[in-house]
């Protein structure tokens, strides 16, 4: 018969918590869940900041070591895709040689929802030095617009 171990159910809990507070919080889990890592890591890569004007957004994303032609840029209405693969270092390298090998490498799709629906036609996206930069022009409708007051 097993016997019930209040420690060890508490230690199982503050575990599932910590694991919670690194998903949410990257730094909290420290340095691991800031790089790329595939699988569940590639959502969250490459880390991106998202601003705007009055005309547009912009997502910029550091992805150092991408062969542009290997990435994949797509807009469906308000939803933005960045997929890709980074590349790994020759295979020629046998594992058993390696004393570190933290740059990780393989597939990644990474989703993003702006604010409103911008105009796809317009959407240009360049990668310069090792960043991803679109820049996505806000949907005519979407802008606001000024009313005029009549006074009588």
Same mark, same amino acid.
Request: proline residues 6%; aromatic residues 8%; without cysteine.
């Given at each position: 018969?097993?016997?019930? +171990?209040?420690? #060890?159910?508490?230690? #199982? ?8 507070? *690194?998903?949410?919080?990257?730094? !909290?889990?420290g340095l691991? *869940? ?15 900041? %998202?601003?705007?004007?009055?005309? #547009?957004?912009?997502?910029? !994303?550091? !992805? ?5 032609? $290997? ?6 209405? +308000? ?9 790994? %270092? ?7 040689a390696f004393?570190? +090998? ?17 105009? !796809?036609? $317009? ?5 310069? +030095? ?12 979407? $802008?606001?617009?000024?009313? $005029?007051? *009549?006074?009588?």
């Amino acid at each position: 018969m097993a016997t019930w +171990n209040t420690f #060890q159910e508490m230690e #199982q809990l503050r575990r599932e918590i910590d694991g919670m507070f *690194n998903s949410f919080f990257p730094t !909290a889990g420290g340095l691991r *869940n800031l790089v790329f890592l595939p699988g569940h890591a590639a959502r969250r890569y490459p880390l991106v900041n %998202l601003y705007e004007d009055a005309d #547009q957004f912009v997502v910029e !994303a550091p !992805a150092p070591g991408i062969d542009p032609e $290997k990435l994949n840029i797509s807009i469906v209405g +308000n939803i933005l895709t960045l997929s890709g693969e980074k590349l790994g %270092l020759s295979k020629a390298i046998k594992a058993d040689a390696f004393h570190r +090998n933290e740059r990780a490498a393989g597939r990644f799709i990474r989703t993003l929802e702006l604010p409103t629906v911008v105009d !796809a036609s $317009k959407v240009e996206a360049e990668y310069k +030095n090792g960043i991803i930069r679109v820049t996505l022009p806000k949907a005519e409708e979407t $802008k606001p617009k000024t009313i $005029k007051v *009549n006074v009588n």
